[in-house]
Every structure is written in C-alpha cells, then in structure tokens.
C-alpha cells in the first residue's frame, strides 16, 4: 500500500463568532474531507510534547515519526537543509525573519509586509555587506523568511518567534541566554551570553540598516507596510536523524512537497526527494493544481509523499477569517478532492491521512500546541462513526488520542 500525508499547515481552530460559532473548518465547505471521514477513521493526534514551543518544525518532526528529544535542532539547521547550505560542526543556523515594527516599536507583521523574495534579496545583501563578517553570515531563503548562520554560536539562547507576538514591542523580547548556560562555553563555541549579546547587537543595528534601504524608502512613501528589522529565533547545530526508509522499512521511497523551507529540510534529512513547484509560494495564492500534480506524479512512482499546505497558517497568523475558510475550501476542492478521484482509480491501493499540525486560532494569531483532528483512510478499513471532519466531531472518533509518532506508526501497519 502506497501513503500520502495531506497537511493542512495551521488549519485547526476555535470557534468564532462571526462563523455563527464554528471554527473555519467546521464552516468551511469541505465536502472531501467529510466524506472521508465518514469512509475512515479519526481521531486526534498530539503533535507537541509538553516542554516545546508549538512551532511547525516540532509538530512536523513528529508527525513524520521521529523522537524529537533524540533529533530536535531547532528550525534554522532544517531551513539551511533545504536551500542547500552545508553547516560547519561549529555553526548555529538561526532562522531570520525580516518582520515589520511600528514607529512606537510594536511588532505589526512576521513577515515584513509580506515581503517576497525578490525585494528581500538586496536587504540580505544589505545586511551581508554592512553586519556580515567570518562569524555571521545571512543566507537568502524564500520571502520574509531567511538564515543567520554564527559560527561558534551557542544554541542555549531563547527566543521569541515573531509570530507569537503581534502587536507586542520587540525590545522586551530580545534573545536571552538559556538559565544555567549564561557563561558555560561548548568546545569551540561562544557562551550562550555572548550569542545573546552578539545576535541582540545585530537586531539593533539592522533597523536603521533596513529603514534606509531603497525598498523601504520607496515603501514609505506609498503608506506600506516596511521590512525594517531582522529577527533570529529556533536556533540548532547541524542534526543527526535517520531516515524514514530506516526506521520504516516499507518506505524504500518517498517525496515531499512543499514550499516551506523548513518541511522541505525535514524531508531532507528523513531522506525525500525534495519536488520542486513552480508558483508553490507559501500563501492563499499557492499553486494548488500545480502541486496536486507533483504529489500524484510522485505517489506513481513511490511509496510516500507528504503534501504540505502553508495557506490556512498564514492566514491565521494574520487575522484572516474569511481567508482561512477560503484556504481550508481550496485544499478540499483542488488537492484532497482530485487526488482522491485520481487515486481510487489506481490497482495499489492508497492510504490518504489528512490533518493539521497544529492550531492557528485566527482571534489569537499563534500556535496552539492542542490535540489535532485527523483523518486516516484506505481502500476496505472499518469506518468509524464520525460523519465529518473538523476539530469537534473527531474527539469521539475509533483512535482516540495519538502521540506524536504513533500517527505514523499506525498508518505504517497499512
């Protein structure tokens, strides 16, 4: 039996007043996904061990059946994976975002704007030529999202993820060293002080760095929104983990697509080809059919693909009702939905799971590290009674509540 994960990046959500008391998914038209729910079998799936931040690499890393106590770096390395940067035994990879604050130093946006990629490459460059040296070094990536790499960094810091803090001033949020690590010093690598130190200095300075590139300058005068500060946060060195064809000897093969650096270094280091999609940009206008496809071409010829949406989180993250309902309805009716009519026409069966990795309730702006509604389904399994799918109707479904890699263990006995 073949497998294709189907992941909703952020989908999960509370209910809301102006859905009548429903969450998006719940109110979202999603004929697919009810209806297989109805065929299989659901449940909830816990993808955040207590003692983690509930970010998309932990819960990713999870959902694809590792044990995030033995493998877990942070986001940064996994990001370096996928836009092909090797790590020196000695780098601290950081993801570095370039987010947007206000005059009175309140955080506006994550993601500088909704910068893209193309105007984000002269700030990097920017950035490089006046704070760049033997030490640190910044990275391009995709959009808002970027690499700080200090060689000799300690990863015992703690950050904030800009995205768990709308609307808050950023100074309170600052890196600070990990309790107990302030002055220990690995080999080779600086005190988790002075990577605090070093990496607050660089936040500081690359505002008027920022506000007075030509982007922002022009930005300004049209009344945009600016990208005029960096922000590194999810910090690690370079990891060890073995890949899915190791620890799931019925996955010789397998892909992933996504436009997301981080799930694509997952997919890097679990040993997945990495599919490339033109116009897979990470937002609500993404390439659906353009990505539909390259997973169905990809589950032809394998034994794995994880298909992996950004859309709803984004829209979460922004406040977007009407969009994450929007997004939650494109995922239904041009992924889920034709790659069911494709795949039940196959001889080898398919087993299709579907779920989120965790909430981005729209009223709160962030992750939610709760229990997750799933969806597993093949060709002959028993269904349970649920009817259809969202957050409510999959607590009472036959798995009950999953652990971290046992929904990849389970779907692995099909």
Known sequence: ?????????????????????????????????????????????????EGYNPGSEVANTAILGYDLDKVYEGRGPLEAASIGYEMDSLDLALR??????????TIKTHNGGNLSTEDAGPLIDLLNEKLGSERVKWVKGIQYRHLLIINGG????????????????????????????????????MTAQETADLLNDLIIKSQDILLNAPLN????AEGKDLANIIWPWSGGYRPAMQTL???YPSVKSGAVVSAVDLIRGIGHYAGLDIIEVEGATGLWDTNYEGK???????????DFVFLHVEASDEAGHDGEVDLKVKTIENLDSRMIGPIYEEVKTWDEPV????????????????HVGEPVPFIIYYPGIEPDDTQVYDEVSCVTGSYGILKLQEFMQTIMKY
């Open 217 to 220: 300058i022009k930005r300004k």
């Open 245 to 247: 064809s190791e620890i």
């Open 292 to 302: 539909t496809k390259a997973a169905l071409d990809e589950l032809k010829k394998k």
């Open 351 to 366: 087993c299709i799971a579907i779920l989120p990795d965790h909430f981005t309730p729209v009223e709160l702006r962030v």
């Open 1 to 49: 039996m073949k497998h294709i994960i189907i992941l909703g990046d952020g989908m999960a959500d509370k209910a809301i007043e102006k859905l009548g008391g429903k969450t998006p998914l719940q109110f979202a038209k999603t004929p697919y996904m009810d209806m297989l729910a109805k065929k299989g079998r659901t449940g909830r799936l816990i993808t955040v061990p």
């Open 154 to 189: 300690s990863k015992h810091i703690v950050c904030a993820p800009p995205h768990d803090h709308p609307n808050e001033e950023w100074r309170p949020l600052l890196v600070q060293p990990e309790k107990g690590w302030e002055n220990k010093r690995e080999e080779g690598r």
């Open 96 to 105: 570095c975002n370039i987010i947007c604050v206000r005059e009175d130093g």
